[in-house]
């Protein structure tokens, strides 16, 4: 994957999230700065989701532990777990929000 297509993937991805949140239905802030997303729960916990264009990864940090995806056979895989991107966000989020939801991109 060259830089470029990895740029383009991970904006393509972020922007996905940011949509899925906000059609989600449940309350919660996020704010996108600059390959960084945050987004901010009622609870005041967050998930913090950035890109790490050096190592063409999307690094995920949640109240509970972080985990680095990889883009590998079309999808963004955990490095540590081998969990979906939008499977891990789902479940993250449910459990950060103390709701359950399934995110995905539309």
Known sequence: MTDTQYN????DILLALEEAIEDCGVDIDYEGVGGMLTLTFKNTSKIIINKQAPLHEIWVATKFNGHHFHFENEQWVDKRGG????QFISDAVSTQAETPMTLNAE
């Open 8 to 11: 383009l993937m991970a904006e």
């Open 83 to 86: 969990d979906e991107f939008w």
